[in-house]
């Protein structure tokens, strides 16, 4: 739990009834693949019609239904990265969410391909 | 199991020595409000003169700042500010995997606080560019001064910016992914 010296206090998560070690059991990782901070996700069709998940699942099939990232899920839940990364996990190995990693290559860095979209959609905001 | 067709996010990473401007560059760009999110640090990264004092397995947490640039339909560019002490260089190592580069800004008033910045992307070859951060008397220096006192490569791009101007940052980027292009030319 936070320490009551830490300022600027973020705005309190709404309704969280237990803390989020106990929704997460306790796991600081997820089963599967590392997500990168970046990675997004979508909810999924099933997702769309997921019953009786708790809150913070909830939540995430909500900022889901458009492309959100694990960053930002963190940020909105008020929780560390590594625990956005568990209950995203769970909900990719459930079906309710699509994960959408970077594309990279070989070396481990975005392509030629992918980095001329980007230059052109920065040039096209520059105007 | 895909509702939707592709879709790819991207990051570029934002560095520099404390009060350089990261957060007004990233504020200045991202198109959410400012969120702070926070990474989980044990006692294992913190220098010894913070742990002596903790057991351990102590965890703390740090701010991370970021934003974003939705590019268009399927791409979306995450920036984020990393923080600048070098005991931070752990959450580099997750942000820098799979960047696109990295800005890194500078006072010239005080250049030396962005050398731990330079000095580590150019260890890890991961392209990035100098942006000059308008302070009073930055105008005063020429290219070839702020060259010499970084002591950078010619093909290291610098720029001279204003990280409270959307279109002066903007254009930071636009340099830098010129600049990550042509080494992917280069390497190709």
């Known amino acids: 739990m936070p320490s009551d010296g830490e300022v600027p206090t973020p705005r309190r998560a ?8 106990a929704v997460t059991g306790g796991r600081t990782r997820s089963a599967g693949k590392e997500l990168p901070v970046e990675a997004l996700i979508t909810v999924t069709h099933s997702g769309r019609h997921a019953a009786d998940l708790q809150l913070e699942y909830r939540t995430i099939l909500g900022l889901a239904a458009a492309p959100v990232s694990l960053v930002e899920v963190g940020a909105h839940l008020q929780v560390p990265v590594g625990v956005a990364r568990v209950l995203v996990g769970d909900l990719a190995d459930a079906g309710y969410v699509a994960v959408h990693l970077p594309q990279v290559g070989g070396d481990g860095t975005p ?3 992918i980095l001329e979209r980007l230059l052109e959609g920065l040039r096209a905001r520059s105007g | 199991m895909r509702d939707r067709g592709e879709l790819y996010p991207l990051k570029i990473l934002v560095a520099g020595g404390f009060g350089v401007g990261k957060t007004t560059f990233v504020r200045s760009l991202s198109e959410i409000p400012p969120l702070l999110t926070e990474q989980a640090m044990t006692s294992a990264s913190i220098g010894v003169d913070e742990t002596s004092a903790v ?14 640039i939705t590019v268009d339909d399927s791409l979306i560019l995450y920036l984020f500010g990393t923080p600048g002490q070098s005991r931070f260089w752990f959450m580099w190592d997750e942000l820098a995997r799979g960047s696109v580069g990295a800005v890194v800004l500078v ?13 580590y992307f150019e260890d890890r070859r991961i392209p ?13 220096h020429s290219e070839d001064d702020v060259r010499d006192a970084l002591a950078i490569n010619p093909e290291t791009p610098v720029v001279w910016m204003d990280a409270r101007e959307a279109g002066s940052s903007l254009r930071s980027l636009v340099a830098l992914v010129e600049h990550a292009l042509s080494r992917t030319a280069v390497a190709g």
């Open chain 1, 111 to 113: 392509g030629p391909e």
């Open chain 2, 107 to 119: 006072d010239l008033r005080r250049v030396d606080e962005c050398f731990p910045a330079i000095d």
């Open chain 2, 55 to 68: 057991p351990d397995k102590v965890t703390t947490t740090v701010a991370m700042d970021f934003g974003r």
């Open chain 1, 14 to 21: 709404a309704g969280r009834v237990v803390p989020v070690y």
């Open chain 2, 128 to 140: 990035y560019v100098i942006g000059v951060n308008r302070f009073p008397g930055s105008e005063a």
